[in-house]
């Protein structure tokens, strides 16, 4: 079963409007984080931001922000005021635990977004 | 301050050569991981590192592949005989201590396999 769904395989914008992407999560954990990545065109994976799954407040970095609804198990990127430059794929991810305390990324599948001029 | 590094960016190789993929993790950055991102699968957990603890190699897919990490710092994923399913960008991340930090990617390797 997957554990994490974004049900947008492409999401176009206006430049300068707001988008929200999606994701949901499945995880029995307690304690789990949840990212999301950008990746240009160019292929490298950007770092955008974290919420840790204790966290009381939803997180924000500049013009994102993290909409985390914990009982539903969503954990929506918003990105305010789109500029050209974020045309590009975005991933959600979380952070699962693994064999002997390791741990590592289960991605979603990712969006594509467009934005227009 | 630099970020992970890998080397070759483009790989392009024939069907049953071994070739070697090479990553330069974050300076101080304890934790080393690997992920291949192709078009079928999307992106796949391959196998970790943190300090001196033994790897996690759970998501190898095959024992064509292997990797180690020498001296807790550059880390080189080897795939032997090589199948064109292998075609795909390997990504390589590290973070501070693993179980609760960011983990920062570097630009990938792309290989191909004829």
């Known amino acids: 079963a997957q554990k994490i769904t974004q049900t947008q395989p492409g999401m176009f914008v206006q430049e300068k409007e707001a988008v929200t992407l999606d994701c949901t999560y499945d995880?029995?954990?307690?304690?789990?984080?949840l990212f999301w990545y950008k990746q240009p065109s160019s292929g490298e994976m950007i770092f955008l931001i974290y919420?840790?799954?204790?966290?009381?407040q939803n997180a924000t970095e500049g013009r994102y922000s993290l909409n985390f609804q914990k009982a539903r198990k969503s954990a929506n990127l918003v990105i305010s005021a789109s500029q050209l430059g974020d045309s590009a794929m975005y991933f959600c991810?979380?952070?699962?635990?693994?064999?002997?305390?390791?741990?590592?990324?289960?991605f979603g599948k990712g969006t594509k977004l467009t934005v227009n001029p | 301050g630099a970020g992970v590094s890998q080397s070759p960016s483009n790989k392009v190789t024939e069907k049953g050569k071994d070739v070697e993929l090479r990553c330069d993790p974050i300076?101080?950055?304890?934790?080393l991981y690997w992920y291949r991102q192709s078009l079928g699968q999307g992106l796949e957990f391959l196998i970790y590192?943190?300090?001196?603890?033994?790897?996690?190699k759970s998501g190898l897919p095959s024992d064509r592949f292997s990797a180690e990490r020498t001296g807790g710092s550059v880390s080189t994923l080897t795939i032997q005989r090589t199948q064109q399913e292998d075609s795909a960008v390997y990504l390589c991340?590290?973070?501070?201590?693993?179980?609760?930090?960011?983990?920062?990617f570097g630009p990938g390797t792309r290989l191909t396999v004829l």
């Open positions: 991340a590290s973070s501070r201590h693993g179980r609760t930090d960011t983990q920062y």
């Open positions: 995880t029995s954990d307690p304690s789990y984080g």
């Open positions: 590192f943190q300090g001196n603890s033994a790897p996690d």
């Open positions: 919420q840790g799954s204790y966290d009381q």
């Open positions: 300076s101080g950055h304890t934790a």
């Open positions: 991810a979380m952070r699962e635990r693994g064999q002997g305390g390791s741990e590592k990324l289960v």
